[in-house]
T-cell receptor, first 113, second 115 residues
């Protein structure tokens, strides 16, 4: 069975600094991986997804994530944080044959002025 | 497209009352999901439908919870009787194809408070 772990329930970065949100997964077969973002009082929306094509995936709002099979990781990065990036971020893993998607517990990103 | 629509956005009720949450998925989407989000348990999948048929309800916490999808454009999640521990944000989401690979589109959620 697959699982996903997000390291750090809260992360604070200064405006303009690098954003790094960590996600590690466990899967016995090649997974699909997702990052979703949840802004306050809203539903989740897709930031980006990895579906076995390019290992470096670019998403919306300047975010990107790199699939590293050897490290079983799919960390989310953004070179320069903006105040509008303050939100909760969820990593998710799925395998096509299983028709299930497992969400991580989420990481709340705080942006310091 | 208006996206996934949920109503009501907020619901406050007293313990023992029946609560009905409503969802209209994006037109043309084959899958509909109901999730519950709490601080303690995070995001939990309660049930999902494919072409209006319930496929997996293993996440439904107990018999007090029921969900229906009478047609492709409407679904309900009912809690009867409600309890304070049911207080949470309930999300409806939909996707076009096989949901393990496709993007899920979430509604804004219903914040339920059971007193």
């Amino acid at each position: 069975a697959q699982s996903v772990t997000q390291l750090g329930s809260h992360v604070s970065v200064s405006e303009g600094a690098l954003v790094l949100l960590r996600c590690n997964y466990s899967s016995s077969v090649p997974p699909y991986l997702f990052w979703y973002v949840q802004y306050p009082n809203q539903g989740l929306q897709l930031l980006l997804k990895y579906t076995s094509a390019a290992t470096l995936v670019k998403g919306i709002n300047g975010f990107e994530a790199e699939f590293k099979k050897s490290e079983t990781s799919f960390h989310l990065t953004k070179p320069s944080a903006h105040m509008s990036d303050a939100a909760e971020y969820f990593c998710a893993v799925s395998v096509p044959v299983d028709d299930k998607i497992i969400f991580g517990k989420g990481t709340r990103l705080h942006i310091l002025p | 497209d208006a996206g996934v629509i949920q109503s009501p956005r907020h619901e406050v009720t007293e313990m023992g009352q029946e609560v009905t949450l409503r969802c209209k998925p994006i037109s043309g989407h084959d899958y509909l999901f109901w999730y519950r989000q709490t601080m303690m348990r995070g995001l939990e999948l309660l049930i999902y439908f494919n072409n209006n048929v319930p496929i997996d309800d293993s996440g439904m916490p107990e018999d007090r919870f029921s969900a229906k999808m009478p047609n492709a454009s409407f679904s309900t999640l009912k809690i009867q009787p409600s309890e304070p521990r049911d207080s949470a944000v309930y999300f409806c989401a939909s996707s076009f194809r096989q949901f393990s690979t496709d993007t899920q589109y979430f509604g804004p959620g219903t914040r339920l408070t059971v007193l």
